[in-house]
């Protein structure tokens, strides 16, 4: 299993929406995470390196940056 952060997020509806879709929680619990000391972390199993490196691609072309 890998960890993965939620670094950074510019607040627009587009970011929110997909982190709502990836993380299945409400918009209200998505934005109290990120005003949170905390940074979110998300648990992804079975995943290669190529595959990781995608995602981190694609969150990134929706202004949201994860780090490993």
Do not use: G, H, M
Request: with cysteine; glycine share 0%; net charge positive.
């Amino acid at each position: 299993a890998k960890t993965c952060y939620v670094e950074k997020i510019k607040r627009n509806r587009r970011s929110i929406f997909v982190l709502q879709c990836l993380l299945k929680i409400s918009e209200r619990k998505i934005l109290k995470l990120l005003d949170s000391d905390t940074k979110p972390q998300i648990l992804i199993q079975n995943a290669s390196r190529k595959k990781l490196r995608l995602l981190r691609e694609v969150l990134l072309e929706q202004d949201i940056l994860i780090s490993f």
